[in-house]
């Protein structure tokens, strides 16, 4: 008999590794899948009409947006609750409760800030990316 490890969900606040829950995980989720379409869309767009190249620039910002959603999700943590010293793992979607400790906060942000750089190298690469198509 196999047995094999389910990885459950965090349920538990966790400085600089886990400040957001289910609800709060499916938020970033649908927030990374809009920002994915968005960044089709537009680009999608611009291959159409023709337009030049260098209007392929304005796809950072919706490929970022993309990214910190899905990253948001996937790592269980919510940039901007880092950056304001919030958290939310069990309640709905939108309840927080304040991270006590100033080394807590200070772990959260500094995990918050790489999700933020992270987010950005994707959006940038992804446009670098679409220069490549004719």
């Not at 400040?19 to 159409?48: C, D, M, Q, W, Y």
């Not at 899905?70 to 950056?83: E, V």
């Amino acid at each position: 008999m196999v047995v094999t490890a389910t990885k459950k969900p965090r349920q538990e606040y966790i400085p600089g590794v886990c400040n957001i829950g289910p609800a709060e995980r499916r938020k970033r989720r649908n927030s990374g899948i809009a920002g994915a379409v968005t960044t089709i869309l537009i680009l999608a767009v611009l291959l159409f009409t023709g337009d030049p190249v260098w209007w392929r620039f304005v796809l950072i910002i919706p490929a970022a947006g993309a990214a910190i959603g899905f990253l948001q999700y996937a790592l269980h943590f919510c940039a901007g609750f880092g950056m304001k010293g919030i958290y939310n793992v069990i309640n709905s979607a939108g309840v927080v409760d304040n991270v006590g400790l100033e080394e807590s906060r200070l772990k959260d942000k500094r995990k918050a800030q790489q999700i933020v750089i992270l987010s950005g190298l994707i959006g940038v690469a992804f446009m670098l990316l679409t220069l490549l198509i004719p």
